[in-house]
Nanobody, 118 residues
Framework: QVQLVESGGGLVQAGGSLRLSCAAS????????MGWYRQTPGKQREYVAA???????NVAHSVKDRFTIFRDITKNTVYLQMNSLKPEDTGGYYC????????????WGQGTLVTVSP
């Protein structure tokens, strides 16, 4: 299994930036995809971005012009760079790791809270 620890959330004014981090440990070699979801008030959990084992990335259309996902393999860490933040970006951001190999799993972090003030 894989353990995920997020960090980097906080309070920021609209228009500001935050960088979220997700540090992975454990059976990292089996992970095929890592990414981020968010839970904003009054909405269902929403996909934000993902990066595959070979480095391919995908970002949700709704945030594509403002958010970027990237990684540092040496640190087993995935990042979500969020720019031009809006109040509607407020919510909990959750990192996940996915494997669809012989022992498939989905691992989730505990979440980090992002609050964007008007």
């Amino acid at each position: 299994q894989v353990q995920l620890v997020e960090s980097g959330g906080g309070l920021v004014q609209a228009g500001g930036s935050l960088r979220l981090s997700c540090a992975a440990s454990g059976s990292i070699v089996s992970v095929q995809v890592m990414g981020w979801y968010r839970q904003t008030p009054g909405k269902q959990r929403e996909y934000v971005a993902a990066i595959t084992k070979i480095g391919s990335t995908n970002v949700a259309h709704s945030v594509k012009d403002r958010f970027t996902i990237f990684r540092d393999i040496t640190k087993n860490t995935v990042y979500l760079q969020m720019n031009s933040l809006k109040p509607e970006d407020t919510g909990g951001y959750y990192c996940y790791a996915q494997s669809r190999g012989p022992d498939p799993f989905d691992a989730w972090g505990q979440g980090t809270l992002v609050t964007v003030s008007p």
